[in-house]
Nanobody
Framework: QVQLVESGGGLVQAGGSLRLSCAAS????????MGWFRQAPGKEREFLTA???????YYADSVKGRFTISGDNAKKTVYLQMNSLKPDDTAVYYC??????????????????WGQGTQVTVSS
């Protein structure tokens, strides 16, 4: 019943922008933190950014200043605004939800639920 659905991925030229959305449904319990990760072929899953119930945000150095996370509690949706995209940003992007952060915001082990992922491809 718990579902996270990402949307908004696609093909964009270097320097362009995309906005990803993650719609949550089916939760019968509270979520403390929502995060975004990405995974490129042959690489480990990488933390990008997170936002908690107090609206505090956290960013990886690789995306700070270019990506922005935000949430809309009424719509049960979290967003990832991506600007100044680079070819190295090409990856599958995942939304994740945590009931309680045990391993730190940057650790995938802290997150209990994951979306199916959406492909982002940045051409040079």
């Amino acid at each position: 019943q718990v579902q996270l659905v990402e949307s908004g991925g696609g093909l964009v030229q270097a320097g362009g922008s995309l906005r990803l959305s993650c719609a949550a449904s089916g939760f019968t319990f509270s979520i403390n933190t929502m995060g975004w990760f990405r995974q490129a072929p042959g690489k480990e899953r990488e933390f990008l950014t997170a936002i908690n119930s107090n609206r505090a945000t956290y960013y990886a150095d690789s995306v700070k200043g270019r990506f922005t996370i935000s949430g809309d509690n009424a719509k049960k949706t979290v967003y990832l605004q991506m600007n100044s995209l680079k070819p190295d940003d090409t990856a599958v992007y995942y939304c994740a939800a945590a009931r309680t952060v045990t391993w730190g915001y940057e650790s995938s082990r802290s997150y209990d639920y994951w979306g199916q992922g959406t492909q982002v491809t940045v051409s040079s």
